[in-house]
T-cell receptor, first 114, second 112 residues
Framework: GENVEQHPSTLSVQEGDSAVIKCTYS??????FPWYKQELGKGPQLIID?????GEKKDQRIAVTLNKTAKHFSLHITETQPEDSAVYFC?????????????FGQGTTLQVKP | DSGVTQTPKHLITATGQRVTLRCSPR?????VYWYQQSLDQGLQFLIQ???????AKGNILERFSAQQFPDLHSELNLSSLELGDSALYFC???????????FGSGTRLTVV
């Protein structure tokens, strides 16, 4: 079935260091891969996304890479800051016709230590 | 403020009861999605509506139902509640089939 695995479940870095979160998806026909950031008491917020016809996308300090052959994609955060501390979710949109359904990973709790 | 409004923010109810969660999508968005977030299950897709019609269904229990009204707001009805239904319920919206939808701040349901 459709599944997304996310690693690690927790990640602690020093301020200024880089953080990398990795996800693997099962449906090879998945065509869209967003990343969401969830702060305490709030809903998930889209921070970056990538489509299956693109290998890499960057937006300031965050970047996402996609390897369709290996069916995995990663989130890279450089020069981390304390305000980057949150739970990060990857997701994949399976090719399930005309729907916007997303399959989410289990989340990564990122702690950035000042 | 994401533009997606969910009410109530918190709900405490007893087992066996029925509750209704409400969602108002961002202005102009036609699609509404419902997700359940629990500690051990992460974010689980429940159901999607597009312009009043059901578009996709996930692992939504038969005790749960939803609808989208002509003004595009949506309601999620949960009945015969069990302790295991305690979770955060999120609504999200998007324009048509646009990718990258916007989530509301959620309703925290506690069943006691």
């Amino acid at each position: 079935g459709e599944n997304v695995e996310q690693h690690p479940s927790t990640l602690s870095v020093q301020e200024g260091d880089s953080a990398v979160i990795k996800c693997t998806y099962s449906d090879s026909a998945s065509n869209y891969f967003p990343w969401y950031k969830q702060e305490l008491g709030k809903g998930p917020q889209l921070i970056i996304d990538i489509r299956s016809n693109v290998g890499e996308k960057k937006d300031q300090r965050i970047a996402v890479t996609l390897n369709k052959t290996a069916k995995h994609f990663s989130l890279h955060i450089t020069e981390t800051q304390p305000e980057d501390s949150a739970v990060y979710f990857c997701a994949a949109k399976p090719f399930s016709g005309n729907t916007g359904k997303l399959i989410f990973g289990q989340g990564t709790t990122l702690q950035v230590k000042p | 403020d994401s533009g997606v409004t969910q009410t109530p923010k918190h709900l405490i109810t007893a087992t066996g009861q029925r509750v209704t969660l409400r969602c108002s999508p961002r202005s102009g968005d036609l699609s509404v999605y419902w997700y359940q977030q629990s500690l051990d299950q992460g974010l689980q897709f429940l159901i999607q509506y597009y312009n009043g019609e059901e578009r996709a269904k996930g692992n939504i229990l038969e005790r749960f139902s939803a609808q989208q009204f002509p003004d595009l707001h949506s309601e999620l009805n949960l009945s015969s509640l069990e302790l295991g239904d305690s979770a955060l319920y999120f609504c999200a919206s998007s324009t048509g089939q646009a990718l990258g939808y916007t989530f509301g701040s959620g309703t925290r349901l506690t069943v006691v």
